[in-house]
C-alpha cells in the first residue's frame, strides 16, 4: 500500500508565488471606469497597500514570499496531500484519488494563505485598520486571525444570512479581536440603500463588499482587503498547487484532471495555476472548476464587464457575471455565491483552457457524506462540490477501466457549517437552478461602458 498521507519539511514551504498571468496566451482586459477609461495602479492606492497594487498589475513570473510570511506560514504549512484509498475502495474505482487538505489552517480553509500576506503589505504601509466583507464566514475569520497576528484592526461585515446561520463563525473572529457587524448595516451608504428598498434583505457578498469597500475609501487610516477574485489573491494562493505538485512527485504521479470548488476562483486558480504553467508548456491535464447549479457564474454567465460589488462602487471588470444585483438564493447553503469571477479565471475559461462545471446542491452534500464515511473529514459544503465532481469522474473511470490520476482540493473542513448538513439530513435542502428568465433579467442591468 502506498502512502496515505504526503508530508513536505517545513523548509519546503515555496519560497515564491506563480503569477499565471506569465504563462498565458493573453491576459485579461484591464478594469475600466464607467467612461470606458482603463483604471491605472493610482485608483487602488485609497483601499490597497502599495505592495499588494504592484502584485495585483504584475507580469513577473516568480514573485518572492516575504520571509515574515513564511514564518507565519509555518503554523500549518505545508498542509498534507492525502491519497484517498478508503474513498477509491468505496467507490470501486481504479482511478487514484489524491486531496489536498486546506483544512490545517487555524482557520479551516484556504483563506489565511492570502490573508496573512495582505496584513503584511497593509503593516509594511502604515495601515491601522482593514475592513472587508464575509460570506460564509471564513474570509472574515482567516483576516481577523491574520490581524491578530500583525497587530492590525479588523471590522467585518458579515452577509447577515450567515451572521444569524452561523454565529460560531462569528465568535471565532471576535476571538482573534475582529468586530463583526450584519450586513446590510446602516452605518454605510451602501447598506442604507439596500435596507430602504428591502428592510429584512438577508444581505449578499455583493452588498457587504460595496459597505466594506466604502469604510475604506472614506478612512484615512482604513485599507480593505478582498479574500478571493482579484489577481495577488489568487497569486498568493498558489502555494497550495506548488506543494501538490511536490508531493505528487514525490510518490511518482502527476494528475490528469485537477477538480477545485469556485465562488470567486482562489482556491481553483491557487491549485490549478501551478499545473497550468506545465499545460502552457504543452502537457496535458484538464483543470475542472466546478460551481454550483443555483450559482452557475461560468457556465451560465456571460463574459462581460460588470462592476464588482452590488451598488456600483468598484471599477468594471471583464469577467463572466449573472449580473452584480444578483441575489443568490438563500435555500442555497454552501458559500459560493459571488455574483462574477474571478478575471483570471474568465479569462481561461474564455479561451477553452480550463473548464467549468456545475453540480446540483443535493448531488454535492451526498458526496460530502460519503467523502466523510470514507476519508473521515467533514468537507465544507463548497468543496463538496470538487468532491462531487471528483467522485463523477472515478465512476466514470471505473466504467471505462482507466486508472486516471485526479486530484481535489479540500479547501476548508465543515465543522462551522453544519447547520447547512443538517438541513440536509432533515431534508429541508433542495435542488434549485437558477431560472433563465432570472438570469436574463440580471443581465438586462449590466452597466453600459463608454
Ligand atoms: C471562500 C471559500 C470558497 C470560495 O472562494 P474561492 O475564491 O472560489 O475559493 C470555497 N471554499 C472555501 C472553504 C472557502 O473558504
Request: aromatic fraction near 8%; proline fraction near 8%.
Given at each position: 500500500?502506498?502512502a496515505t498521507?504526503?508530508?513536505l519539511?517545513e523548509s519546503?514551504?515555496?519560497?515564491?508565488?506563480?503569477?499565471?498571468?506569465?504563462?498565458m496566451?493573453?491576459?485579461?482586459?484591464?478594469?475600466?471606469?464607467p467612461?470606458g477609461k482603463?483604471?491605472g495602479?493610482?485608483?487602488?492606492?485609497a483601499?490597497?497597500?502599495d505592495?499588494?497594487?504592484?502584485q495585483?498589475v504584475s507580469s513577473?513570473?516568480?514573485i518572492?514570499?516575504?520571509e515574515?510570511v513564511?514564518?507565519v506560514?509555518r503554523?500549518w504549512?505545508?498542509?498534507?496531500?492525502y491519497?484517498?484509498?478508503?474513498?477509491?475502495?468505496?467507490?470501486g474505482?481504479?482511478?487514484?484519488i489524491?486531496?489536498?487538505y486546506e483544512?490545517?489552517?487555524?482557520a479551516?480553509?484556504?483563506?489565511?494563505?492570502?490573508?496573512?500576506a495582505?496584513?503584511y503589505?497593509?503593516?509594511?504601509a502604515g495601515?491601522k485598520?482593514?475592513?472587508t466583507?464575509?460570506g460564509?464566514?471564513?474570509?472574515?475569520?482567516?483576516?481577523?486571525l491574520?490581524?491578530?497576528l500583525?497587530g492590525?484592526?479588523?471590522?467585518?461585515?458579515?452577509v447577515k444570512?450567515?451572521?444569524?446561520?452561523?454565529?460560531?463563525?462569528?465568535?471565532?473572529?471576535?476571538a482573534?479581536?475582529?468586530?463583526?457587524?450584519?450586513?446590510?448595516?446602516?452605518?454605510?451608504?451602501a447598506?442604507?440603500k439596500?435596507?430602504?428598498?428591502?428592510?429584512g434583505?438577508?444581505?449578499?457578498?455583493?452588498?457587504?463588499?460595496?459597505?466594506?469597500v466604502?469604510e475604506a475609501?472614506?478612512r484615512?487610516?482604513?485599507?480593505?482587503?478582498?479574500?478571493?477574485?482579484?489577481n495577488h489573491?489568487?497569486?498568493?494562493?498558489?502555494?497550495?498547487?506548488?506543494e501538490?505538485?511536490?508531493?505528487?512527485?514525490?510518490v511518482?504521479?502527476y494528475?490528469?484532471?485537477?477538480?477545485a470548488c469556485?465562488g470567486?476562483?482562489?482556491?481553483?486558480?491557487g491549485?490549478?495555476?501551478?499545473?497550468?504553467?506545465?499545460?502552457a508548456?504543452g502537457?496535458?491535464?484538464?483543470l475542472?472548476?466546478?460551481?454550483p447549479?443555483?450559482c452557475?457564474?461560468l457556465t451560465?454567465?456571460?463574459?462581460?464587464?460588470d462592476?464588482?460589488?452590488?451598488?456600483?462602487l468598484t471599477p468594471?471588470?471583464k469577467?463572466?457575471?449573472l449580473g452584480h444585483?444578483f441575489?443568490?438564493?438563500?435555500?442555497h447553503?454552501g458559500?459560493?455565491r459571488?455574483?462574477?469571477?474571478?478575471?483570471?479565471v474568465c479569462?481561461?475559461y474564455?479561451e477553452?483552457?480550463?473548464?467549468?462545471?456545475?453540480v446540483?446542491?443535493l448531488?454535492?452534500?451526498e458526496a460530502?457524506?460519503?467523502?466523510?464515511?470514507?476519508?473521515?473529514?467533514?468537507p465544507a459544503?463548497e468543496?463538496?462540490?470538487?468532491?462531487?465532481?471528483?467522485?463523477?469522474?472515478?465512476?466514470?473511470c471505473k466504467?471505462?477501466?482507466?486508472s486516471k490520476?485526479l486530484?481535489?482540493?479540500?479547501?476548508?473542513?465543515?465543522h462551522f457549517d453544519?447547520s447547512?448538513?443538517?438541513?440536509?439530513f432533515?431534508?429541508?435542502?433542495?435542488?434549485y437552478?437558477?431560472p433563465?428568465e432570472a438570469v436574463?433579467?440580471?443581465?438586462?442591468r449590466?452597466p453600459?461602458?463608454?
Amino acid at each position: 500500500m502506498t502512502a496515505t498521507k504526503i508530508l513536505l519539511e517545513e523548509s519546503e514551504i515555496p519560497t515564491h508565488w506563480y503569477n499565471v498571468i506569465a504563462d498565458m496566451p493573453s491576459p485579461p482586459p484591464p478594469p475600466l471606469a464607467p467612461d470606458g477609461k482603463p483604471v491605472g495602479p493610482e485608483a487602488l492606492s485609497a483601499i490597497f497597500p502599495d505592495g499588494v497594487i504592484q502584485q495585483e498589475v504584475s507580469s513577473e513570473r516568480w514573485i518572492p514570499i516575504p520571509e515574515p510570511v513564511r514564518e507565519v506560514y509555518r503554523l500549518w504549512r505545508p498542509s498534507p496531500l492525502y491519497r484517498a484509498h478508503r474513498l477509491e475502495a468505496a467507490l470501486g474505482t481504479p482511478a487514484k484519488i489524491f486531496y489536498k487538505y486546506e483544512g490545517v489552517s487555524p482557520a479551516g480553509s484556504h483563506k489565511p494563505n492570502t490573508a496573512v500576506a495582505q496584513a503584511y503589505y497593509n503593516k509594511q504601509a502604515g495601515t491601522k485598520r482593514l475592513a472587508t466583507e464575509t460570506g460564509a464566514g471564513q474570509w472574515g475569520s482567516a483576516l481577523a486571525l491574520a490581524g491578530q497576528l500583525f497587530g492590525l484592526d479588523i471590522r467585518v461585515y458579515m452577509v447577515k444570512v450567515s451572521y444569524d446561520q452561523k454565529p460560531y463563525r462569528r465568535s471565532m473572529m471576535q476571538a482573534w479581536g475582529a468586530e463583526v457587524l450584519a450586513s446590510p448595516t446602516d452605518r454605510t451608504e451602501a447598506g442604507r440603500k439596500v435596507l430602504a428598498k428591502d428592510p429584512g434583505s438577508p444581505g449578499s457578498l455583493g452588498v457587504a463588499i460595496s459597505e466594506a469597500v466604502e469604510e475604506a475609501a472614506s478612512r484615512e487610516d482604513t485599507n480593505y482587503c478582498l479574500g478571493s477574485v482579484l489577481n495577488h489573491v489568487l497569486l498568493h494562493q498558489t502555494v497550495m498547487g506548488q506543494e501538490a505538485k511536490k508531493q505528487l512527485a514525490m510518490v511518482g504521479e502527476y494528475p490528469d484532471v485537477v477538480f477545485a470548488c469556485c465562488g470567486g476562483g482562489s482556491n481553483f486558480g491557487g491549485i490549478a495555476f501551478p499545473f497550468f504553467a506545465d499545460k502552457a508548456a504543452g502537457k496535458h491535464i484538464r483543470l475542472v472548476a466546478v460551481e454550483p447549479t443555483s450559482c452557475p457564474t461560468l457556465t451560465r454567465g456571460r463574459y462581460t464587464y460588470d462592476f464588482g460589488d452590488a451598488v456600483g462602487l468598484t471599477p468594471l471588470v471583464k469577467m463572466y457575471t449573472l449580473g452584480h444585483d444578483f441575489i443568490p438564493p438563500t435555500i442555497h447553503a454552501g458559500g459560493l455565491r459571488y455574483h462574477g469571477d474571478s478575471p483570471l479565471v474568465c479569462q481561461l475559461y474564455h479561451e477553452g483552457l480550463i473548464e467549468a462545471m456545475a453540480v446540483p446542491q443535493l448531488a454535492t452534500f451526498e458526496a460530502g457524506v460519503t467523502f466523510a464515511r470514507t476519508e473521515g473529514i467533514v468537507p465544507a459544503p463548497e468543496p463538496c462540490h470538487a468532491i462531487r465532481a471528483c467522485m463523477d469522474e472515478a465512476l466514470r473511470c471505473k466504467k471505462a477501466g482507466e486508472s486516471k490520476v485526479l486530484l481535489l482540493n479540500l479547501c476548508g473542513h465543515g465543522h462551522f457549517d453544519m447547520s447547512a448538513y443538517d438541513k440536509y439530513f432533515s431534508r429541508e435542502l433542495q435542488d434549485y437552478e437558477y431560472p433563465e428568465e432570472a438570469v436574463a433579467k440580471a443581465l438586462e442591468r449590466l452597466p453600459k461602458v463608454g
